[in-house]
């Protein structure tokens, strides 16, 4: 294998809406984290309402990788995203720790054993929050009125606007269909978090946890960070 960036880096992931990205920032303020985010449709500049994108001033309190990456005409991938977290790994000064975040168990998969390694048995071992189905549900609908509150009618025309046609990729991302109402979004974004559910108990080993800072940290401090290795972007 050619020369890898190699880092240590505490990982959290769960389903959308399951709080994650908020416990990943409190432990950043208390560590002095940077945080690389492991969400397939954060990558996309301009897709910041309907994402649920942290906003400007966090992102760059935690120098945030893995964000605005390419536009909503181009196409993504994980080996894409790789490359990326490469390349923003090798810039963390040694002293910073690293936090993973996100919902996009491929992500997850390829950072802690590339894009080409067979299935190891068991599958890669990391924290996702558990959280009750109903939750979930509640805490979508409460997100997505918030959302629409915040201009997401808005945010999709203008995007399409400036970019009539629409990568594979980026097409997949809820809210930003044209036609779509707030109940097929809630519906859909749903859908997702199953999804993402699903994947996790399925294609990883999860070390299930409470969705709290609490719980988070605990975890991390009986585990410890993971080691990551990643390919030299080239």
Known sequence: ???????????????????KSAIAAELARETGAWILSADSMLVYRGMDIGTAKPPRDEREEFHMGGVDLVTPADEFSSGAWLRSAAEWLSNVPPERPVIVVGGTGLYFSAL?????????????EYPVIKIDRGVVR????????????????????RLHELYPVWSRTAALAIGYREGDDREAILVRTCQLAKRQDTWFRHQATPIY????????RECWRIRGPWRVRVPWPH
């Open 138 to 157: 509640e805490r979508i609908a409460r997100r997505l009125d918030a959302m629409f509150m915040e201009g997401l009618e808005d945010e999709k025309r």
């Open 1 to 19: 294998m050619g020369r890898c960036v190699e880092r240590d880096a505490y990982l959290l992931a769960g389903p959308t809406a399951s709080g």
């Open 112 to 124: 802690l054993r590339g894009l080409d390694r067979k299935w190891t048995s068991p599958a890669p």
């Open 209 to 216: 946890v409470e969705p709290t800072v609490e719980a988070v």
